[in-house]
């Protein structure tokens, strides 16, 4: 008697394999703004170290700016797919945000538990035209944001989990 093996894959108990979901991605330019702050830590971080060791002139101490350089280039290569990573739906009843990639990362806000909505978009947000939408429920440990979004989608989102929050508080 021969079995088959399991094909590989997400098995039937994952709980971030949901098929019936229609996941929406977030901005791509996100990807550029993150860059854009990695981008900033570099010469931050390596300008001074690898002065300090050329003015002093030790060998060893060249392994400062050897070990912040493959930091941030691993940094940069691993942000495109965290960003593709991110991402929102939408149900009847709550939103769900995933994220991650090797430590993956699944957050169900229920409607009737959102307190309010923020939309929030800084200088270097304003500049790649993305903003940031954050969910406050009663409890603080909760991390409902969603970076990224054009700034349109950001607003329709605020409005429609807004009024889908005051639907599901006047049930109660």
């Given at each position: 008697m021969t079995t088959a093996a399991a094909a590989p894959g997400p098995s039937a108990a994952d709980?971030?394999?949901?098929?019936?979901?229609?996941?929406?991605?977030?901005?791509?330019?996100?990807?550029?703004?993150?860059?854009?702050?990695?981008?900033?830590?570099?010469?931050?971080?390596?300008?001074?170290?690898?002065?300090?060791?050329?003015?002093?002139?030790?060998?060893?101490?060249?392994?400062?700016?050897?070990?912040?350089?493959?930091?941030?280039?691993?940094?940069?290569?691993?942000?495109?797919?965290?960003?593709?990573?991110?991402?929102?739906?939408?149900?009847?009843?709550?939103?769900?945000?995933?994220?991650?990639?090797?430590?993956?990362?699944?957050?169900?806000?229920?409607?009737?538990?959102?307190?309010?909505?923020?939309?929030?978009?800084?200088?270097?947000?304003?500049?790649?035209?993305?903003?940031?939408?954050?969910?406050?429920?009663a409890a603080p440990g909760t991390d409902a944001t969603i970076p990224g979004l054009p700034p349109?989608?950001?607003?329709?989102?605020?409005?429609?989990?807004?009024?889908?929050?005051?639907?599901?508080?006047?049930?109660?």
């Amino acid at each position: 008697m021969t079995t088959a093996a399991a094909a590989p894959g997400p098995s039937a108990a994952d709980p971030f394999d949901l098929h019936d979901v229609a996941w929406t991605p977030v901005s791509p330019r996100l990807a550029g703004a993150r860059l854009l702050v990695l981008a900033v830590w570099a010469v931050v971080l390596l300008v001074p170290t690898s002065v300090l060791a050329a003015a002093l002139g030790i060998a060893w101490l060249w392994a400062v700016p050897g070990v912040l350089a493959a930091l941030l280039l691993w940094g940069a290569l691993v942000v495109h797919r965290q960003v593709r990573a991110l991402r929102y739906a939408e149900r009847d009843d709550d939103l769900l945000i995933r994220r991650g990639i090797m430590f993956r990362e699944l957050v169900v806000v229920p409607y009737g538990r959102m307190q309010y909505v923020d939309v929030s978009s800084g200088p270097l947000a304003r500049r790649f035209d993305i903003a940031t939408v954050q969910l406050h429920t009663a409890a603080p440990g909760t991390d409902a944001t969603i970076p990224g979004l054009p700034p349109a989608e950001a607003a329709r989102l605020r409005d429609r989990l807004a009024s889908r929050g005051e639907s599901r508080l006047a049930g109660l």
